[in-house]
Structures are given as structure tokens and as C-alpha cells.
Nanobody
């Protein structure tokens, strides 16, 4: 089993920045990729970004192009999502997810473990 705990969410004004963290514990040696998804009220879960444990990143270009950066610290089993130039439409619960098979994916159903989520609210 892998446990994921997100942190770093909060309330920020439009144009501001936040950094989300996702710490993995348990059988972390089995992780092959991790991703960030978000879900706004009344909307479907949306892919944000993913990173492979061996390198390589994937972004939802349309939504976060040039504003968000995903990174990892393998020594801490932690993935980060640096979010800049935040917009009110970025308001959502942000979820961290881990895959134990395959590379980073845009499909939420290809991830095996999920965190509880952290709320990000961007005010106008």
C-alpha cells in the first residue's frame, strides 16, 4: 500500500502563487509515476500534471501552460506542484495520485492510490 498526503492549499488572490506538496509513504519503491488532478464543484476531475519517477513530465497544456510546474524529490518521496499566476478558475480541490505501473497519465482511472485532497481557492 501507498499513502499520499497533500499539503499547501489555501486561499490566495488572483495572480498569486502556491506550492502544493504530496508526501508518499508505505511501499514507495513501487511508485512509477505521480500526478496531480483537480476537481471543482460540479465538474469532473481534471488532469493537471504528472511526473515519472525516472524523469519526464506531462502537463495539461490548455489549463496550466506556463503557470504550473511539477517536480519531485525522490529522497523525500515527495512531489510538488508550483502554481503561479493563479486564476479564479483554478479554484478546486487538488488531488495527488500515484501509479505503480506505467508512466504518468492523463487518465485518473490509471492511478492506483489517491490522497485526500487539498483545497485551493483563488479570489478575484
Amino acid at each position: 500500500q501507498v499513502q499520499l498526503v497533500e499539503s499547501g492549499g489555501g486561499l490566495v488572490k488572483a495572480g498569486g502563487s502556491l506550492r502544493l506538496s504530496c508526501a508518499a509513504s508505505g511501499r514507495t519503491f513501487s511508485i512509477r509515476a505521480m500526478g496531480w488532478f483537480r476537481q471543482a464543484p460540479g465538474k469532473e476531475r481534471e488532469f493537471v500534471a504528472a511526473i515519472n519517477w525516472s524523469g519526464g513530465m506531462l502537463y495539461n497544456v490548455d489549463s496550466v501552460k506556463g503557470r504550473f510546474t511539477i517536480s519531485r524529490d525522490n529522497t523525500k518521496n515527495t512531489v510538488y506542484l508550483q502554481m503561479g499566476s493563479l486564476k479564479p478558475e483554478d479554484t478546486a480541490v487538488y488531488y495527488c495520485a500515484a501509479r505503480i505501473i506505467g508512466a504518468g497519465s492523463r487518465r485518473y482511472d490509471e492511478y492506483h492510490y489517491w490522497g485526500q485532497g487539498t483545497q485551493v481557492t483563488v479570489s478575484s
